[in-house]
């Protein structure tokens, strides 16, 4: 049971990138499915969540209307499609698995975004 | 919306006990259940505690968790510290108009 992330890569403000989290061992339709992220030296903030029916999402102020949440039933990925990208959007990545009481149960090891002129 | 507010820091001795406060700012501690996340240096967040008090499988026994609606907070409490429980710790709780909301972080040193 595990979660892959990967896409990172450094780009320009106001370019797009699209994240992806393989997930293997379990049904991502079984599960809310979450991105969190650290920018550097920093503390845990939650992005954006999908939950198991697929069509409900919630995303954080700072990233409503840039980001997206995805998935892909067939391929049991999940992405974040991230546009208008801003410095301090620089972060690592985060995927993880919704468990029980609203916890956070299997994270991946990230995918690291950094945004630069 | 609210806030969960942790110390920045705290300090401990190998085998002594340390608690660990998260302090909600509005609403009742007690509405959404609260979890606690471990991350070691260049790790990644592991879950120690979830629905306030349960501890996952393969998580000691020394550490548990509790809540008190009268300071309206979340504790975590460490016991028998050794230096591998040196890491930061971070509260996570919910609501219906931020889903997920995490503390600021707090660093555990063991000395």
């Known amino acids: 049971v595990q979660l892959v992330e990967s896409g990172g890569d450094v780009v320009q403000p106001g370019r797009r990138l699209r994240l992806t989290c393989q997930a293997s061992?379990?049904?991502?339709?079984?599960?809310?499915m979450h991105w969190v992220r650290q920018a550097p030296g920093k503390g845990l903030e939650w992005v954006s969540l999908?939950?198991?029916?697929?069509?409900?999402?919630n995303s954080a102020d700072s990233v409503k209307g840039r980001f997206s949440i995805v998935r892909d039933i067939a391929r049991n990925t999940l992405f974040l499609q991230m546009n208008s990208l801003r410095i301090d959007d620089t972060a690592l990545y985060y995927c993880?698995?919704?468990?029980?009481?609203?916890?956070?149960?299997?994270w991946g090891q990230g995918t690291l975004v950094t945004v630069s002129s | 919306n609210f806030v969960l507010t942790q110390p920045h820091s705290v300090s401990e001795s190998p085998g002594k006990t340390v608690t660990i406060s998260c302090t909600r700012s509005s609403g009742s501690i007690a509405d959404n259940y609260v979890q606690w996340y471990q991350q070691r240096p260049a790790g990644v967040p592991t879950m120690v505690i979830y629905?306030?008090?349960?501890?996952p499988s393969g998580v000691p026994d020394r550490f548990s968790g509790s809540i008190d609606s009268s300071s309206n907070s979340a504790s975590l409490t460490i016991s028998g510290l050794t230096t591998e429980d040196e890491a930061d710790y971070y509260c996570?709780?919910?609501?219906?108009?931020?889903?997920?909301?995490f503390g600021g972080g707090t660093k555990l040193t063991v000395l």
């Open positions: 629905e306030n008090n349960e501890r």
């Open positions: 996570q709780s919910y609501d219906n108009s931020i889903p997920w909301v």
């Open positions: 061992g379990f049904r991502i339709t079984t599960s809310p």
């Open positions: 999908i939950l198991r029916d697929g069509n409900n999402r």
């Open positions: 993880a698995r919704d468990g029980a009481g609203g916890s956070l149960d299997l």
